[in-house]
């Protein structure tokens, strides 16, 4: 009867297209290990210049104990050069359906572009979804030292699966995505083995998160903010998201689950400030965990930055790099940081205006 099971699942596997790795006590923690491939279906601006596997692999959550994540693995068809960067992706949402790797619809065309531009170098790219995005958990949005691990955690999920890809990787990110670039950098010399960090580009990276989301409540942002306080939710036991809300944002929070980000920008949008928080005030037990776990920068990145930031960017505003972020980094840590502006660009489009510059600066890392 066993090895008519055995049959059975192969005869399913090669149907399917499902490579199932090897399991065992050996690998039943190790950040990176791949438990399963497939065969994605990839945009056709991408499918027509890379190859794509999408993988649930093995990554560890805040606090370091085992998880499971999903992403993708890009390897270009031609000009491959055994270098990987690993890829960030901005705000999708809080739901399964809002997982880049198997929701098209939510792997944005900014995304496209700056991954073509990637692709086109030769490199192999690892695109994680982020943890509670494809798998069990929630998504612990926005905290930085949870979609870190997953981006670190992807790259070596791809050496397992391409064992000529060097060691040596660059980490490049938009948006939430910008943000867990800078906190994998941090994280990398206590997390990353032996892995070789070479570079982190970030692209209007979100930083000084307690100090924007007083000035969210009655814009048009408010649900980033509804967002973020479930992302801290994941993450910290003592916080309860209804504890701020108000009672017409706590009536809509099921589109959390119903809807990925243009969905909840919608369904937020309308309310006033006292009808998002209560009283109209986000109060200091938001702020100070803002503090803690989103913004980067509390601690050294470990290899050069690049930060992109678009002057007219509508969701994470120029200041908080131009005036904040960089200027923070640059007088705290002994780290190269390089600033480029986009004139005129949006939060989006500093992403495809930017394309080239950052895969230039990348190429300057790799040795």
Request: net charge negative; with cysteine; proline share 7%.
């Given at each position: 009867?066993k090895?008519?099971?055995?049959?059975?699942?192969?005869?399913?596997?090669?149907v399917?297209?499902?490579?199932?790795?090897?399991?065992?006590?050996?690998?039943?923690?190790?950040?990176?290990?791949?438990?399963?491939?497939?065969?994605?279906?990839?945009?056709?601006?991408?499918?027509?210049?890379a190859?794509?596997?999408?993988?649930?692999?093995?990554?560890t959550?805040?606090?370091?104990?085992?998880?499971?994540?999903?992403?993708?693995?890009?390897?270009?068809?031609?000009?491959?050069?055994?270098?990987?960067?690993?890829?960030?992706?901005?705000?999708?949402?809080?739901?399964?359906?809002?997982?880049?790797?198997?929701?098209?619809?939510?792997?944005?065309?900014?995304?496209?572009?700056?991954?073509?531009?990637?692709l086109?170098?030769?490199?192999?790219?690892?695109?994680?979804?982020?943890?509670?995005?494809?798998?069990?958990?929630?998504?612990?949005?926005?905290?930085?030292?949870?979609?870190?691990?997953?981006?670190?955690?992807n790259?070596?999920?791809?050496?397992?699966?391409?064992?000529?890809?060097?060691?040596?990787?660059?980490?490049?990110?938009?948006?939430?995505?910008?943000?867990?670039?800078?906190?994998?950098?941090?994280?990398?010399?206590?997390?990353?083995?032996?892995?070789?960090?070479?570079?982190?580009?970030?692209?209007?990276?979100?930083?000084?998160?307690?100090?924007?989301?007083?000035?969210?409540?009655?814009?048009?942002?408010?649900?980033?903010?509804?967002?973020?306080?479930?992302?801290?939710?994941?993450?910290?036991?003592?916080?309860?998201?209804?504890?701020?809300?108000?009672?017409?944002?706590?009536?809509?929070?099921?589109?959390?689950?119903?809807?990925?980000?243009?969905?909840?920008?919608?369904?937020?949008?309308?309310?006033t400030?006292k009808?998002?928080?209560?009283?109209?005030?986000?109060?200091?037990?938001?702020?100070?965990?803002?503090?803690?776990?989103?913004?980067?920068g509390?601690?050294?990145?470990?290899?050069?930055?690049?930060?992109?930031?678009?002057?007219?960017?509508?969701?994470?505003?120029?200041?908080?790099?131009?005036?904040?972020?960089?200027?923070?980094?640059?007088?705290?840590?002994?780290?190269?940081?390089?600033?480029?502006?986009?004139?005129?660009?949006?939060?989006?489009?500093?992403?495809?205006?930017?394309?080239?510059?950052?895969?230039?600066?990348?190429?300057?890392?790799?040795?």
């Amino acid at each position: 009867m066993k090895m008519i099971s055995r049959l059975i699942l192969a005869a399913l596997i090669a149907v399917c297209g499902v490579t199932v790795a090897p399991a065992g006590p050996a690998f039943a923690t190790v950040p990176g290990h791949v438990l399963s491939s497939t065969t994605a279906s990839l945009p056709p601006t991408l499918s027509a210049i890379a190859d794509g596997k999408r993988i649930h692999y093995l990554t560890t959550d805040i606090n370091g104990a085992p998880i499971t994540a999903t992403g993708l693995v890009l390897t270009p068809k031609t000009g491959k050069t055994n270098r990987v960067v690993a890829w960030g992706h901005g705000t999708t949402g809080l739901a399964d359906i809002c997982a880049p790797s198997t929701n098209q619809a939510v792997f944005w065309e900014e995304a496209r572009i700056a991954v073509a531009e990637l692709l086109s170098r030769g490199w192999t790219v690892a695109a994680p979804d982020y943890p509670g995005l494809g798998t069990p958990q929630p998504h612990p949005y926005l905290v930085g030292a949870s979609a870190a691990r997953s981006l670190i955690d992807n790259v070596r999920a791809a050496r397992q699966l391409d064992a000529a890809l060097s060691t040596q990787y660059a980490v490049d990110g938009h948006s939430q995505g910008g943000s867990a670039a800078l906190w994998a950098s941090q994280i990398a010399p206590a997390y990353d083995g032996s892995l070789v960090l070479r570079g982190t580009a970030s692209i209007a990276p979100l930083s000084n998160a307690d100090l924007l989301a007083p000035e969210i409540p009655g814009t048009a942002a408010q649900g980033y903010l509804v967002m973020a306080l479930y992302g801290i939710a994941a993450v910290d036991n003592s916080f309860h998201p209804f504890s701020v809300l108000a009672a017409p944002a706590e009536a809509k929070v099921g589109v959390l689950q119903t809807g990925c980000l243009y969905e909840i920008l919608a369904a937020y949008q309308p309310l006033t400030a006292k009808q998002l928080v209560n009283g109209g005030v986000v109060p200091a037990s938001v702020t100070n965990r803002f503090r803690t776990y989103i913004n980067p920068g509390r601690t050294s990145p470990s290899a050069p930055v690049l930060i992109v930031h678009g002057t007219a960017d509508e969701a994470v505003p120029y200041f908080l790099s131009a005036d904040l972020l960089v200027p923070q980094l640059e007088a705290d840590y002994d780290i190269p940081v390089q600033f480029e502006t986009i004139e005129g660009g949006t939060h989006d489009s500093a992403v495809i205006e930017s394309a080239d510059l950052v895969a230039d600066w990348i190429a300057a890392r790799f040795t």
